[in-house]
DNA sequence: ATGGGTCCT
DNA sequence: AGGACCC
């Protein structure tokens, strides 16, 4: 079935092609042959006029050309909880935020106590219910980090974060680069979704899936060993499936679909709801036109559906209800925002207001200050000290709910510049500027609420976003970019080639796709003056005990390609750019793979019982990895590499790839001496007091900023 | 519902 | 500034 098209396709295929004057209206009314068609894409397509069709129309074929893993953790709250206290596993535990349980453990799930529920009606259901508040999410947010950053440090750049306990990985240039040499490593790990023994896709899709499935049972093992959490994957080739399949054995499970069996589990999930994106007033539009149903879905006319909802929400419905999304992982950045919020039952005086909004104001600067610190905290590493005090708010937004009967559930906001005089000092690293800033708050509280009348508040959120680089090299930084974009292109030519051999694709002409400006994002110069996200509320041990994920968790997008990367266009990041940019991830990501398993050791072992199917063969697995995991094009550091930066100038210390470092603009090199310099004083000095709770695991720190700068030459 | 987030219009 | 979506 995987393996041809149906004749009817295939003619609308040709059709479209040929002339593709009236491809623009022509509609396609007849989607159940694309239900009962699954169909093989040679990813490497796109003629401009097939581009021109697919731009047009939603694709009417199912693209195997990646591979997806779609991490779930479990109960991701109560877990956390029961990592910072061991007792609580044996307990039923319910995390409270006001007056509602929003998630519970699994013990506490047996009792029939489930995710957002009142605290009474929970506590009938478990008298027992031992209760912890979860309004504070600084924790969460630490291992939500934690869980990105090991994912995208050990196995692909490409993650994308959806919540705080949610990630896609695209695996697809590990996939490629890896050959299985044990034939027993070609069956799939852990679940399947669909029939087993179904016609092999000419595409070698299955055989992704199998190899993917045992990188994401890696994955999952490796996040219990490092950080002791668990949760369940999906494999798929498109992030719908696989989030969708991953819910199908839960909890700390996986399931991968197979292919040919995306029908069935779209039409498993029944209500159309179920879609990812399908949210509330969609489905009442939906409903409204009498879609109900995921078959519903798959059988309305386009025509129909455009009408109701219009023609983007239509096609990516109509792609989605038969399992197709094209939708690229896009890798998660810092945060574009930080915002704290409080909800109460009533707030009615300007006094209270004040001091609402003053503590939320107060949470929030503390947080940025324990970021901004906390590269002060790691000591000599030149890198953190670039980093330090990278991002900076320009903005600052208040958001109220007034009590209503009607809109329970509407607010207001009103956003403003942060005062320049602020901001200098943020900048500075000095984050006592609540005065001017309950200013401006109050200015914007003005603005929604007439404090002359009575009110009635029920929610206060303050919102800091806009970041800023606080960069004093941005002009040599611009330098820098208009030569990478030159540096990619060349690159990502090579590596087309490269992939069309192992692919066994056709590479076409090298367009010049606004996504090329993008692709500077895994040049390692980017993610070396990556900025920091928000840091949660810690001491300055618990930040050290951190400081490993942070390095590599704040390595990623630049606010400038928010901008210039597009999510409304499904189709971009699916071409031959991405591919590129795959090739090189993947290289990277596997490099770095493999000091990981020669080197890591578990840093937190998980209490409690962790028996599980990974469990008991984690020393096995190491092994296993070696003779599974063969790169076929992998470029390893030379030793002559590896030493090069012990006998060059004293000033440069010993970590930093010279090269690197001698890629990098003049005045910004200046900087970096200096900074190097200081330090290097600062270290002869005796009140190294981080020392010693560094040296626990120096190694681990040295590497990763090694790999930090060992990065770029990979892209040149 | 809560306490966050994202992007688009 | 609001609205949609996600968890």
Redesign the pocket.
Known sequence: MCRRKTTKMKRSWQEATQDDSDLGEEDIEDWSSVASSILVSPSSKNTPQQAAFSREHPPLESDHSRTIVHI?LDCFYAQVEMIRNPQLRAQPLGIQ????V?TCNYVAREFGVT????IADAKKKCPNLVLVS?????HY?DYSEKVTDLLQSEFSSLVE??????NFVDVTSLVEKTVPGDQSLVEVKGHTFGPEGQVACICGCHKRMAIASHIASRMRARLREAIGITGCAGIAWNKLLA?LVGEKNKPNDQTTLLPGSEQKLMLSLGHA?R??????????KLESAGIVTIADLQRASYSDLEAVVGS?SATSMKNSSFGIDNTAV?R?????????????KLCASLNDAKERMYN?LN?LLESCRLLDSLPEAEGIYAMLMIRKRWRTPLTI?L?I?KHSSAK?????????QIPVSATEQIKKGIFTVHGPLMEVLLV?FK??VDVEQSFHL??I?V?L?NFQAKSTFSKSLDKYFSKAKNIENERKSESEQGAADICKKTTDDSTNNPKVLTNQQDSNITQLFEKQ??RPLQTASKVLENKQNKLSFFTRKLPSD?KT????DPHQGDGELSQGERDKTATLSRTRYSVEVKNDKPIDKPEGDISSETGPSFAKSDEVEKDFLVVTSSREQTSEEMSSSSHQSLEIPGNVDVTVFKSLPLDMQADLLREWKVQSTRDMAPEIKTSSALSSQPSTSNRRITDFFTRSKETR
């Open positions: 779930d935020q006001k007056n509602i929003v995710k957002l529920m009142y979860g309004e504070d999410l600084s947010r974060r959806l919540g705080f306990d949610e989030k709801r879609i990812p994106g399908i949210g509330h007033s969609m489905n009442k983007q896009t998660s950045g810092p945060p574009q925002s930080m915002s704290d919020e409080d909800s109460f939320l949470s937004r958001t709910r329970k559930w509407l607010r207001e906001s009103r956003q403003t914007l603005k929604m029920t929610l959120n919102c976003t996200g928000r928010v990367t597009s999510k409304s």
